[in-house]
């Protein structure tokens, strides 16, 4: 039978260990709440270090009960609050009521991703979740994207209401903590289309371009044309299907409406902004009304206009809506956690390839990857002779990365050329900054490996008794080691 059911034997046992044990496991208990750590996994936490231990859940509850009076004995939670901020040297600033005291706005930033978010201050993504206190306040998050695709908290910001006297308190605020941590001006600015934040947007960083979320257009605008051109009931929806699915008309006008967002010539834009009036009235007033007015920060041509790192595409800045929101759930700091440990430093073999050996530990990996996607498409077209397009270099100036046209002359160049850390714009760059431009000269590479067995034999010089290599048997050797090495 466990003693622990009994009130009796779990008192006696207590006054026995209570000398030894009571300031560790207290510490323990005050230490995990601190952090949000639900009661159920406190209690596992310290029976995997005691499985004797007659602690039991309620014990813990009424720990933490014990530890919130004694904080709370003579200040108030919000009070309460501020001295822990302070004790952190948390940055943080408020305003409360005039009548009332009763808090009306509070934005904080942790210093340690304040300092992180000083080296990758390019991208800002502002996103406002619900239900995140009792309450009910608004919470603004402000994030920003690395180099490494990852996310880092910026600041949050409990705000009474949406309208634009509240965004206005949070941007004012948040153009404070760039001041006070010394970070440079965000290049590009993502958010939903909220009137209320989009017009202080304009007054606090009046410099920086913004760009509006293409997930949230698509399901507005989805939804509109399903009320006007129908939609169809699915018959018994699987779990997590959708309940409907679009006519044959929404989806005509839907393609329509997606191809015209995406073209890149003023001509086409036109031609298929006309196509989409024709096709149906009601929605092009609908269209006209609530997203041609945003014309510059939705469609690709105008877009195309200044470095946006790729963050218009839906997928990146919804992903990082849904980490920004699992985060929020949970005051155990994971995804700062997560944001620091993948500061590789440690490169994948596919990225070892002589091709990077200038740009690994310099440049993200996540950059790299992508060049690395463009480079088999460079090498293809070069195989297979196949043209590639003009350049137009729209995508060298929107992202920052070598384009296929740059990387199929490297490729053609049999070793003249090389990828170099230059090629890549400084957001993608791992330590930012001029005092660290010299990393990618001063470093030291593998030798040359040997030929790799099963390799045909270079042919021999026929002028001196050394073998001598041209640049394209050089350059296919070094590949196949490689290859080699990681095949086996």
């Known amino acids: 039978m466990d003693a622990r059911v009994h009130a009796a034997h779990r008192s006696r046992a207590a ?26 996994n406190i209690y596992a936490t310290m029976l995997n270090q005691d499985p004797n231990t007659l602690i039991v859940p309620k014990d813990i509850a009424n720990a933490k009960d014990s530890a919130r009076r004694r ?14 901020l302070n004790q952190d040297k948390i940055f ?33 993504v502002m996103d406002c979740t619900y239900k995140s206190n009792k309450f009910d306040l608004p919470l603004l998050n ?38 006070e941590y010394d970070v440079p001006e965000p290049r590009i600015i993502s958010h939903d289309r909220d009137q209320a934040l989009m017009n ?12 509006l979320c293409r997930w949230h257009m698509n399901k507005n605008v989805l939804s509109k044309v399903r009320e006007v051109l129908g939609k169809v009931a699915v018959e018994n929806p699987a779990p997590g299907q959708s309940k409907y699915s679009n006519s044959l008309a929404t989806d005509k006008f839907m393609a329509l409406f997606y191809r015209t967002i995406d073209l890149e010539t003023e001509e086409d834009f036109r031609a298929n902004k006309a196509a989409l009036a024709e096709s149906n009235a009601q929605l092009a007033a609908y269209l006209s009304e609530h997203w041609w007015k945003y014309e510059d920060k939705i469609v690709k041509v105008r877009t195309n206009r200044f470095m946006h790192f790729g963050v218009r595409d839906t997928s990146t800045v919804e992903g990082t809506h849904a980490q920004c929101k699992r985060w929020i759930k949970s005051t155990r700091g994971d995804l700062m956690r997560e944001c620091l440990s993948r500061n590789e430093t440690i490169v994948p073999y596919q990225l070892q390839f ?35 397009p003009d350049c137009s270099g729209i995508f060298r100036a929107t992202h920052g990365m070598p384009c296929v046209h740059e990387l199929k002359a490297i490729i053609e160049s049999e070793g003249r050329l090389h990828l170099m850390p230059s090629h890549f714009d400084k957001h993608w760059w791992i330590q930012q900054g001029p005092e660290h431009e010299h990393i990618a000269a001063a470093r030291i590479h593998d030798p040359l490996p040997a030929r790799a067995k099963g390799c045909r034999k270079p042919r021999e010089s026929h002028t001196s008794g050394t073998t001598e290599l041209t640049a394209q048997q050089e350059r296919w050797s070094i590949s196949n080691v490689w290859r080699l090495m990681i095949l086996t």
């Not at 202080?200 to 760009?211: H, K, Q, R």
């Not at 993200?364 to 990857?369: D, H, K």
């Open 15 to 40: 006054q026995d260990i209570i000398a030894t044990s009571e300031r560790s496991v207290h510490s323990i208990i005050e230490a995990q709440s601190a952090a949000g750590v639900p009661v159920a």
């Open 142 to 179: 402000v994030i920003s994207l690395t180099g490494m695709d990852t996310v880092i908290p910026v600041c949050q910001a409990w705000i009474p209401g949406e309208k634009k006297q509240d965004y206005t308190w949070a941007l004012n605020m948040l153009r404070l903590l760039i001041l």
């Open 200 to 211: 202080p947007l304009a007054l606090v960083f009046s410099d920086v371009p913004t760009i």
């Open 92 to 124: 943080y600033r408020y305003t409360t009521h005039l009548e009332t005291q009763r808090l009306k706005y509070l934005l904080w930033a942790h210093p340690a991703t304040a300092s992180l978010y000083k080296v990758n201050s390019d991208i800002l």
């Open 354 to 388: 002589n091709e990077f050996a200038a740009c690994v530990k310099v440049i993200t990996n996540w950059a790299l990857y992508k060049t690395d996607e463009r480079w088999n498409q460079a090498r293809k077209s070069i195989v297979q002779s196949e043209a590639l």
């Open 71 to 84: 904080v709370l004995t003579s200040a108030t939670p919000i009070e309460a609050l501020f001295n822990q």
